[in-house]
């Protein structure tokens, strides 16, 4: 199957489009007097299902790092005031992770900027993506 170049061009707006999200992003957490990695961190952390908090492996799964990586971001972040490590009551070998009021408040601050921002963007990722949906198949056998 041989693309078009207006799919190629859509391709290109899309990955301009994230780029251009993705350094927002990074100017926005530089406002609130955090690194991108914190951002995601915190974000992480948030974001995480079980109200005990997120392991440090969890962490590590999320932001895609290795663990020692993980560690060290945490280290950093708990120094600055923005999260504390607990020890899990069921297993005291395990170490979850919770936001500060510092962190929770700075996190808060930056993901309603980030949906409102997305918002803004959506309907132009959707407009530049609507040519990228494969045909459907109407039943027929693949």
Do not use: C, K
């Amino acid at each position: 199957m041989e693309l078009s170049d207006e799919t190629y061009a859509r391709l290109l707006n899309i990955r301009t489009g994230m780029r251009l999200f993705e350094r927002w992003s990074e100017q926005q957490a530089t406002a609130v007097g955090l690194t991108t990695a914190q951002h995601q961190l915190l974000l992480a952390i948030r974001g995480h299902g079980d109200p005990r908090g997120p392991t440090i492996g969890e962490v590590a799964d999320y932001l895609l790092l290795r663990h020692h990586s993980a560690v060290g971001l945490i280290d950093r972040a708990a120094s600055a005031g923005l999260l504390v490590r607990t020890r899990d009551q069921d297993d005291h070998r395990i170490v979850r992770l919770a936001l500060t009021v510092d962190g929770a408040s700075r996190l808060e601050e930056l993901s309603t900027l980030h949906l409102e921002e997305l918002r803004r963007l959506g309907t132009h990722f959707q407009a530049v993506s609507d040519g990228l949906a494969p045909a459907q198949n109407h039943g027929l056998a693949r």
